[in-house]
């Protein structure tokens, strides 16, 4: 369970869910379910790209930055993670990248 916390281990056991097509075992972790809602709470549970506009969103999901699957080494940094809402996180994926279903969270 330890070597999780490692990069290393980290983007072992993550490479082993993509090759199962089981990238949602990631999102049913404890330490992400723990760092997710922790980034909730820190970014006030809040909308970021909302608020960049000056509104004010209730953040529904916590999105990488950086993908699980392309950076699987950094699904666990905080600074990787932004609280948005389901609009604003559905605009983000594509505008950025085809792949979305995997993400839900
Ligand atoms: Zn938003
Ligand atoms: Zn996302």
Same mark, same amino acid.
């Given at each position: 369970m330890n070597q999780r916390y &490692? %990069? $290393?281990? +980290? &983007?072992?056991w993550i490479q082993e869910l993509v090759a199962a097509d089981n990238i949602h075992g990631f999102y049913i972790c404890k330490p992400w379910i723990h760092l997710r809602a922790l980034v909730l709470k820190e970014q006030h549970y $809040?909308?970021?790209?909302? @608020? !960049? @506009?000056? +509104?004010? &969103? %209730? !953040? !529904?999901t916590v999105h990488h930055e950086k993908t699980v699957r392309k950076f699987p080494w950094l699904a666990l940094t905080k600074s990787n993670l932004t609280a948005l809402c389901d609009e604003c996180h559905y605009a983000r994926h594509h505008k950025t990248e085809s792949k979305w279903n995997d993400e839900k969270w």
């Open positions: &490692t %990069p $290393e281990g +980290l &983007t072992r $809040e909308c970021q790209d909302c @608020k !960049a @506009k000056g +509104l004010y &969103t %209730p !953040a !529904a």
